[in-house]
T-cell receptor, first 114, second 115 residues
Framework: AQSVTQPDIHITVSEGASLELRCNYSYGATPYLFWYVQSPGQGLQLLLKYFSGDTLVQGIKGFEAEFKRSQSSFNLRKPSVHWSDAAEYFCAVGARTGFQKLVFGTGTRLLVSP | DADVTQTPRNRITKTGKRIMLECSQTKGHDRMYWYRQDPGLGLRLIYYSFDVKDINKGEISDGYSVSRQAQAKFSLSLESAIPNQTALYFC??????????????FGPGTRLLVL
């Protein structure tokens, strides 16, 4: 069975600084990986996804993530954080078991300081 | 208009009451899902449906039931609500035609409080 670990519950970053959110997964086969963002009072919005091919994937809002098989990681990055990026971020791993079964991490809450 | 809508957005109910949460989608997707989100636990799958006649239990289905009234509508019921069902509930959809790139898209959520 697959599992996801997001080791940081909260992260505070200054506006304009770079950001990296960590995600480690456990899965016996090639994973499908996703990052979603949940802004306050909002639903989950897909930021980016990895299925195959180039291990560096670009998403919306200037985010990118890199799949590193050797480290079982899919960390999310942004070079310059904006105050509007304050939200909760969820990493998820999908397994092809008749459908795209998603297992979510527990989330990382990003706070942006002025 | 949003592709995946959920009603109500917020609901307060009492222990023992029956309530229904509704989800509608205009994406034309065949697959629909219900999740609950609890602080510190991420999202957990309650039920999922591949089409109107195909409904399956997820990892935490006890105390819940669902109905797929049409391809576009998927409702979640709590037959007799209890306080530990207080949570944020999300509906999601996906398209089997996406095959190896199948992606789930989420609604805005329903915040439920059971007193």
């Amino acid at each position: 069975a697959q599992s996801v670990t997001q080791p940081d519950i909260h992260i505070t970053v200054s506006e304009g600084a770079s950001l990296e959110l960590r995600c480690n997964y456990s899965y016996g086969a090639t994973p499908y990986l996703f990052w979603y963002v949940q802004s306050p009072g909002q639903g989950l919005q897909l930021l980016l996804k990895y299925f195959s091919g180039d291990t560096l994937v670009q998403g919306i809002k200037g985010f990118e993530a890199e799949f590193k098989r050797s480290q079982s990681s899919f960390n999310l990055r942004k070079p310059s954080v904006h105050w509007s990026d304050a939200a909760e971020y969820f990493c998820a791993v999908g397994a092809r078991t008749g459908f795209q079964k998603l297992v979510f991490g527990t989330g990382t809450r990003l706070l942006v300081s002025p | 208009d949003a592709d995946v809508t959920q009603t109500p957005r917020n609901r307060i109910t009492k222990t023992g009451k029956r309530i229904m949460l509704e989800c509608s989608q205009t994406k034309g997707h065949d697959r629909m899902y219900w999740y609950r989100q609890d602080p510190g636990l991420g999202l957990r799958l309650i039920y999922y449906s591949f089409d109107v006649k195909d409904i399956n239990k997820g990892e935490i289905s006890d105390g819940y039931s669902v109905s797929r009234q049409a391809q576009a509508k998927f409702s979640l019921s709590l037959e007799s609500a209890i306080p530990n069902q207080t949570a944020l509930y999300f509906c999601a959809t996906s398209d089997v035609r996406d095959r190896d790139q199948e992606t789930q898209y989420f609604g805005p959520g329903t915040r439920l409080l059971v007193l």
